[in-house]
């Protein structure tokens, strides 16, 4: 069973904007001078938060979705207003604990997906839930 839960986590606070500088033409191969310029400055909140009332933040723990860009110690930007569809990356709570994960509805069949081929598929038995929290929109990396 599906449960959209809309009550939990504490969304963003979203303040006065704090604006950073985006440069522009920064390649990642051979270096050119000529494109090194500022372009504007910009909130991040305006670029990794459309829906600041339903927009949450968690830290990723574990291997399972490193394929998919989102590896350990990453922060990701969750959407609670955004629909859970099949092939989105969403936090869910399984039996108590939280997950990130793939989600797949076909078929009749709902499932949360690893990227990781060394994690098996959460399938989900008769009297099980799955709460699904909001779906991952952005992942901020950490070096």
């Given at each position: 069973m599906l449960i959209l839960d809309y009550n939990r986590p504490t969304p963003v606070q979203v303040g006065e904007p704090i604006?950073?500088?985006l440069y522009s033409g920064v390649r990642a191969g051979f270096p050119s001078p000529a494109e090194d310029f500022l372009l504007k400055r910009i909130d991040l909140s305006d670029e990794l938060i459309k829906h600041p009332e339903a927009t949450f933040l968690m830290r990723i723990?574990?291997?399972s979705m490193a394929a998919a860009g989102i590896d350990d110690g990453d922060?990701?930007?969750v959407d609670k207003s955004v629909k859970p569809e099949?092939?989105?990356i969403v936090i869910a709570c399984v039996d108590g604990e939280f997950t990130c994960k793939r989600l797949y509805m076909m078929a009749g069949i709902t499932k949360l997906q690893a990227v990781n081929p060394d994690f098996k598929d959460i399938l989900f038995k008769d009297g099980q839930t799955l709460e699904v929290w909001g779906v991952v929109t952005s992942c901020i990396k950490q070096f």
């Open positions: 604006l950073i500088p723990k574990g291997h922060i990701v930007v099949h092939g989105k």
